[in-house]
């Protein structure tokens, strides 16, 4: 092992026994961040409203502090914007991450304070390269540099002081000055606006030179990947970048990408890890390169609490802290941050797998999902469907969302499937049947209206050519960065702007 490495080893070491710490004393771990954080912002405007000091226990915050919605916080956040301070945590907050994914035209701004810059987001990225190394002692990424596919940023339009842009974004700008030297491309290019001439720049730069991991959403490192194989005439991605060994991802599930990153890195000893580090924080990562459920991070600076849904499919009751929370039940993240988020729901929910420790999928968004006939479809349904029926067909999908064609008083209702191909299927007719049992076999509701065609018909499949879903987003001025297309709508909006985009009669 070179001396590089064993330094890296050296640092990480007392890092991974804290890691070990919070996988045993879980509860310990997140009652005592809690007070942490009351005692950091108990001078602050809410602080000094539900006097943070006199709160003894998670039981007396959870009954003073009512569970939050970013429409509850929005005119907080715009007084911070236009640079008060003191408001959710001590002193003035500069950044804000432009929240992508919501189902919202509006946007979210999320506060980013130093706090959560540091010993969130940053802590986070270096423990995915602390359970990597230790899982890898050959490694070599640190031999070679990591390409970061990111967003950008722009001076929001309240304050000159105040400056927003995807988390990605912020996390280049304020990372550390000698993280120029492990990373391409450099920030001036990293940070291009427009994501068509960043993905020119970014790979002129890079094409030569000696790249060992990259770390992104998967839906925008195709892009990028096809791009330079295109530039390059070259085969695959390993003819350009030889020693390439890791994928740090996250955004969205990964699964639907697998087989299409497997043609284009054709390695078997490529890895792939993900997080889950969303605008709020960062909550987890995969640390078993055998499974793909992720560790809950516990001592990031925040406290999470979870509601569990009702048979309805609704998020509402009293949330629980991780003391009570069980295995097999899809629940709503609550978070309490060292980003001034206090008891605020973000929208995403998991399941948790694994207990002591404990380890989660994400299962979907509160708001992505099909509930138009009480079916409760949501977007953990919706990828083993598609994942199962392209296993069945050989298919490989790029992209999709899926929502509700209403009836008519002459027709019943039915689930409408926007799908564009990679790889299309042998059979669409398989497809769709393979879609709609496997659908039928995760979630008992949807079966139950299947049943005879009771309430719902087979689903209808629409394929769009391939660029159709990129069309979309540039459209919607959501190219790049952290942008992702939500899967699962309630209503007919993306379905109906696909027919215009693809020319789909109705």
Known sequence: MGIFPSIIKWLNNKRLEQIDLFRRYPFETQNEVLFKLLARAAETDIGKKYDFHSISSIEEY??????????????????????????????????FAKSAGTTDSKSKFIPITTEALENCHFRGGKDILALYATQNLDTGIFRGKGLTLGGSHSVNKFSNDSLYGDLSAILIENAPFWVDIIRT?????ALIEDFEEKLAKLTEVTVNENVTSISGVPSWYLVLLNYVLDYTGKNNILEVWPN???????GINFEPYRNQFKRIIPSDRMNYMESYNASEGFFGLQDDPGSSDMLLMLDLGIFFEFIPASKT??????????GEVS????????????????????????????????????TGRTRHFINAFGEEVIMENAEKAISAACRETGAV???YTAGPVYMDGHSKGSHEWIIEFETEPQNIDKFRETLDIALQSVNSDYEAKRKKNVTLLPPVIRVVPRGTFIEWFRQNNKLGGQNKMPRLSNDRQYIEEFYGIAGINK
Not at 75 to 83: K, S
Not at 244 to 250: A, M
Not at 313 to 322: A, C
């Open 397 to 399: 999908v790029s992209e």
């Open 313 to 322: 499919g609704v998020y509402s009751g009293q949330p629980l802290h991780i």
């Open 327 to 362: 295995k097999g039940v899809n629940y709503a993240i609550v978070i309490s941050t060292n980003g001034g988020l206090w008891r605020y729901m973000i929208g995403d929910t998991i399941t948790f797998t694994s207990l002591y420790p404990h380890k989660f999928k994400i």
């Open 62 to 95: 959870r009954t003073r502090i009512p569970v939050k919605t970013y429409e509850d916080i929005a005119p907080f956040i715009t007084r911070l914007r236009n640079g008060e301070s003191n408001i959710f945590w001590p002193g003035e907050i500069r950044w």
């Open 185 to 189: 491309p450099k920030s001036e290019i």
């Open 244 to 250: 390439l060994e890791v994928f740090f991802h996250g």
